[in-house]
DNA sequence: CCAAGGCCTGAATG
DNA sequence: ACATTCAGGCCTT
């Protein structure tokens, strides 16, 4: 049986979600926590350590949720031109850290500290004759120091990461209850986190924690509703404070509907590549 | 509640 | 060359 809406790999990789993936040949690799997934031509994806894995989120109706977030001409026209683009389930703790380090940042420079990361604290393993770093545990990054982080490049940040591995160590943080309990609530928790504000907490609950209802507004999103958008979701002050961002994801849900998350990933696309920028 | 400024870093820009 | 700007924000004042 053939597969109707297949997944545009290339694309969805490149698409800001993700930042430890490598193409090799025709298959992709990629580090998601303490996996290895590996993901070829035929765009089937496979652990390389047998674990069980939803990385596709094979349980979203993706026909039902692109029907919907089409009402939307703009978003429709992003979905023609990138049709295979989907949204990921990734590893909460190794997206957390991701989404912590991008802030201020570009996608350069994002994959290039995780990948220090791996190399300085995650496990070394060797599959199918090839080499990988795992992402780091939490532990690993709660009891490093500040400048064994720092010199990953990440910055100001390294004291953020520190204290979000030890969030999650101490059960401050609990993705499982996170993954359970409604978007608001999860919001609410993931912000106490320092270095997470409100566009990081929506892309680490859109892409690992099941929340399709987030919808990161960053100042490419701002852009495009700026442009596209300006009669519906009118932007009253300069900077996007708490409340306006408040304000503005109540209005995006509502115009967009409760999958307003894969909205915005069609949209960011769109935009992105229009502006030739680049992903790696 | 909103505006303004600072912040690590390194690639891109002038 | 060398300085300045900018990059998928956050936090403090």
Redesign the pocket.
Known sequence: MKNKFPIDVDNSIN???VFLWKKDGADWYGINGQDILKINKNGIIKSLTNTKTNFFRKNDNIQKIIKLISKDQTVNKAVKEYEGLRIFRQDPFQCMISFII????????IKSSLEKITEKFGKQVRIQNKEFFLFPEPEKLANASINEI?AC?????APFIKEAAQMVTLKKIDFKYLEKCDYYEAKKNICLV????????D?IMLFSLNKLEAF?L???MIKILEKYYSKEFKI????I????YQLLHEKIVNHFGPYCGYAQQFL?KMERENND?KWL
């Open positions: 698409s800001g979600q991008s802030s201020n940042s570009n996608i350069q420079k720092k490049g990440v910055g100001y940040r320092p270095g997470i504000g409100n566009k990081v907490a892309c990161p960053d100042t490419w009253e002050t300069k900077t404070t708490q409340k306006q960011f920028k």
